[in-house]
Each structure stands twice: as C-alpha cells, then as structure tokens.
C-alpha cells in the first residue's frame, strides 16, 4: 500500500498508525504554539541517552538530534507501544519496564500502584535514542527512541498495575486507561510456579501463535535463547548483513500481548549481533532492553547475567564469545564470561534455597539439524556444566525442536525416553534445542526420521557434525539424540518446590499439542 502524500515524512508515516497520522496532521493545524521544538527538546535533556547506568548505551551511538519533521508534535499525538518487561537482580522486588515511542517526547514517566484506578507512583524513565545510519539505495537513516524505567523497592508476591506516559499522554486518564498493564513480582519464598522457553522468533503468523500458546501458560516469566528479531536477516555480524532496524518496531508490537504482562528475559544469538552499533553490535540490544546486572560487564556484554526465581536459578549466556561456526565475537570477553559462569554456577550450587539450575543460550551443543553442534560450546561451557551438575540447558539456533538423552562427559550417561525422569547427579544434563519460535523452520539430516510424542519412531543413530575451532565441520555419530520435531514449538517448565522437588518439562506444539515431556530430579 502506498504511504498517504498528505505533509507526512515517509519515513514517519510508515511507523505511524492511521489515527496517529490523523491527529498529526489535525494537531499541527491547530496546536502550532504547543509544539515542543527540537531545540526546547535539547535544551530540556529530553534525549540524554542512558545517564551512565548499567545498561547505558554505548557511546559509539551518540544520541542524534531530532529534525524538525520529527520533533515538532505535541504529546498526544504520540502513543507508546511494545511494552516489555524484565527482572532485575532481584525478581522479589525488582522489575523494568521498556517501550518505545515512535517520536521524541517529553518527560517520559511510568505510574504503577496497586489498583489499576489508583496509579499514585510516578517514576521517572530514562530515553535511549538510537541512530541507524542510511545506507544509499538500501534504507534511510532512522532514529528510534527506547525508554525505560527501573522499579527497585517492591513487595514479593504481590500485582502491580502501570501504564506508561508522557507530557501529553497520561495512562491514568479516562482516553488512555485501556492500556494499563500488569506484572506479579517473585514471592518472597520459594514456591511452585511455571516458565515458558523458546530461541529464534522473527515475526510472523507462527510467532504470534507461539506467544499466545505462552500466555495459555500462564507463566511468571519467558527465556528467549536468541535470535529475537532477525531485523539483520544474515546473522553473521558484519555491516555487510541485510539490515532493517525498523523491524523491531513490528517485532514489539507483535509481542506485547504478552510482554507487556510476562518478564521477556531474553539473550543474544549470531542474529542479534547487529554490527552498526558498538564493536561488538550489542548497542541495539543495549538500546532496547534492560535486563539484569549480575555482576558482569552489562555494556558489553547485555545478555549475560543470572537471576533466582523460586527454588531455581537462573544463567544466561552469550554463545557468540565462544561459536567456532559464526566467529564475528569469538573470544570478544577474553575469557571473562566463562570465569563468570564458573564462579555464577558454584554460587547457585551452594545456595540452600536452589534446588535446580537451567542455563540457557543460543548456539547449541547438542544438535543433528542444519547448524548442528558447536565446539566452542562444548569446549568452554560443558566441563563446567559436568562440574556443577547443571539440570536443564536450553539452546535455539536450529529451528526445530530436539531433546537429548542425559549426557556426561559426552556421552549418554542415561536414556530418557518421553516421560521418563532423570537424575543430573547420576546421569548428566538434559540438552533442548528450543529454536522454533516462529523463524522459517529447519529439518534434520537426509533419512533421519522426526521422533516425538504420539509418533514415537525407533531410536538410531543420527550422522550428523559439529564446528571445529577451524570452522569446519566434523563428522560425528550423534547417539544422544532422542526425540525430534520439525514444527514451530516451545518449552513449558513447571518447577515443583517442596518435599520431592522436580522440575516438570513439557513440549508444546504452536497448537498447544504436547510433543514431549520428562522430569528432572536430583538425588532420588
């Protein structure tokens, strides 16, 4: 459809909807000496960037200053969207909240309270613009505008209401109360509860049935192995990668059905290596969202950090410091997130309140479909995993379900057939290639047959590869793969405090239809 050629920028038509472009246009008739310039907005510290906390951008990108065509539009008119939420350190009491805004605004806030009428807590949020250089020919340039708000200080086990707003866009008024959200925080002790897992989402049809199949979970919270958006559809980390930054703003939209009400914890996968931003391309990632600070280098390094929910704990990794397959950030932390995850999973071991520890990632160690298995995985990652007895590990990158049998030392330590248990202090940890979440989907080696609940095939063999530190592909014998799906799918844990801890994992079609399932327990 052709953009309306009625005073509107193009390129803010395009990220405008029809009621938007309408009271633009109206606005501009009839409110002129309201509106805000891009000088007031300069000289009122409207766009100061991060203000040097933990995920501040990287100055690499340096805020960009409004043009006139964008700037000059009075509040009302600018409606946020794609709300996101995230833990901070402390799930228990900690919880951010991020949007975007499809223009510069002014003194951007979030109200929360505990009734969605009475939102008496006003909160200041920060604003992360972000700049995308033009490439002639291929995209104009595009300034983007992220913000978020830090709420520290709250109760355990307790729903919280907000909305999120601006000079001129109240969420507390009679116009705007239809976009109240809400969020629960951790309870202050452990108890049973459910979460949601899956990599490689995109935006399509496919994506959107997975994120309602989410919300039917009810779940306290969602992982998301990597490759979130694919607005760089090459995944290799270089500038000469296909990149639509205004991707994002449909990849947001998209979610926020669900986002807006479950914490989105999310990592970085080869896709999300988005190399206009910062050496390492995480600026964007920066930009966007605000995930826990664990005590490693969040302004490098945003998708790695750990949280405690319940009676499990919690560890995120950047697989891209280590693939052998896609080295564009191989060895970019010099070592120090692998140091990190050592001294992370000896913590979470000796907590008495932990019971489990699930690790998750993008690249994957276990895997027979199109990327198969990475050796920089294996060979950082999986003595430490044997070390500290991890119960769970949960990968993307291959689009397809897989789950392997219990493995140690990499080999089978132990079989689990669907609806099987298994014990990590006995048998080793279970791998699970999550990595259908709406992205065009993958298949499995030429004669290998898909294997799952309900058409449950022989158990072979599988001839299949992994990256080698040369980056070539070696053939190896998979005897550890058990169950296989060629379909748009994600995991649902239910984590079971008390006398038998377990945790319950479930597979589970983009219908809703379970294709596998099986249970951890340790010491039994």
């Keep these: 459809m052709d953009l309306p050629d009625v005073g509107i920028p193009p390129q803010l038509a395009r990220r405008m909807s029809m009621a938007e472009q309408h009271e633009y246009l109206r606005t501009r008739l009839t409110r002129r000496r309201t509106l805000v310039t891009a000088g007031a907005m300069a000289a009122g510290g409207l766009l100061t960037g991060c203000g040097g906390g933990p995920g501040a951008r990287n100055s690499a990108t340096p805020t960009p200053t409004p043009s006139p065509t964008t700037s000059r539009v009075h509040g009302s008119v600018v409606s946020p969207f794609g709300r996101h939420l995230a833990f901070g350190a402390d799930p228990r009491t900690q ?3 991020s949007w975007q805004v499809p223009l510069a605004v002014r003194k951007p806030y979030v109200r929360v309270g505990l009734r969605p009428d009475e ?3 006003k909160i200041e949020a920060e604003v992360r613009a972000l700049h995308t250089p033009g490439v002639t020919g291929v995209r104009p340039a595009l300034e983007q505008y992220y913000l978020h708000a830090a709420l520290d200080g709250l109760h355990p086990g307790t729903t919280y209401y907000y909305g999120v707003g601006h000079d001129g866009f109240d969420p507390a008024s009679a116009a705007h109360r239809a976009t109240i959200g809400s969020f629960r925080t951790a309870p202050a002790a452990p108890q049973s509860f459910v979460f949601t897992a899956f990599g490689d989402q995109g935006v399509s049809r496919a994506a959107t049935a997975t994120d309602h199949v989410v919300l039917r979970q009810r779940p306290a919270f969602h992982l998301h192995a990597g490759d979130i958006c694919y607005a760089d559809t090459n995944g290799q980390g270089k500038k000469t990668d296909g990149y639509d930054p205004a991707y994002w703003d449909l990849f947001l939209k998209q979610n926020e059905v669900v986002t807006r009400s479950v914490p989105w914890m999310v990592t970085t996968g080869n896709h999300d290596m988005e190399a206009w931003y910062s050496p390492e391309g995480y600026g964007g990632q920066l930009a966007r969202w605000s995930l826990p ?5 969040a302004r490098t390094a945003p998708g790695v950090y750990s949280f405690v929910y319940g009676n499990v704990g919690f560890v995120a990794l950047d697989a891209n410091d ?5 080295p564009a950030n191989f060895g970019y932390t010099d070592g120090k997130q692998t140091k990190w995850l050592d001294r992370e999973l000896s913590g979470l071991r000796a907590s008495s309140q932990v019971d489990f520890v699930v690790v998750f990632f993008h690249h994957c160690a276990y895997s027979t479909s199109t990327h198969a298995s990475d050796g920089g995985v294996r060979a950082e990652w999986l003595p430490l995993f044997t070390e500290h007895q991890v119960d769970l590990v949960i990968n993307g990158h291959n689009h ?7 493995v140690r030392n990499g080999e089978v330590g132990r079989p689990v057939p669907i609806g099987a248990s298994t014990d990590p202090t006995r048998d080793g940890t279970v791998y699970v290639t999550a990595g259908g979440g709406g992205r065009d989907l993958y298949g499995f080696p030429p004669g290998v047959k898909e294997s799952y609940e309900g058409h449950i095939t022989p158990h072979d063999e599988v001839d299949t590869f992994r990256w080698t530190r040369s980056k070539a592909a070696e053939k190896e014998t998979a005897q550890w793969s058990r169950v296989r799906y060629r379909g748009f799918s994600l995991l649902a844990v239910e984590a079971v405090h008390g006398a038998k801890p377990t ?3 479930s597979a589970l079609s983009d219908q809703g239809e379970r294709i596998d399932h099986f249970e951890v327990r340790r010491g039994v």
Excluded: H, N, P, Q
């Excluded at 600070?293 to 280098?297: I, N, P």
């Excluded at 397809?400 to 219990?406: H, P, Q």
């Design 293 to 297: 600070d664990s005590g490693f280098d």
């Design 503 to 505: 945790l319950k994992v």
């Design 400 to 406: 397809v379900y897989e789950r392997t049998d219990a």
């Design 322 to 326: 280590v693939s052998y397959e896609i």
């Design 119 to 121: 939102l008496s807590r």
């Design 95 to 97: 919880m951010r909240i």
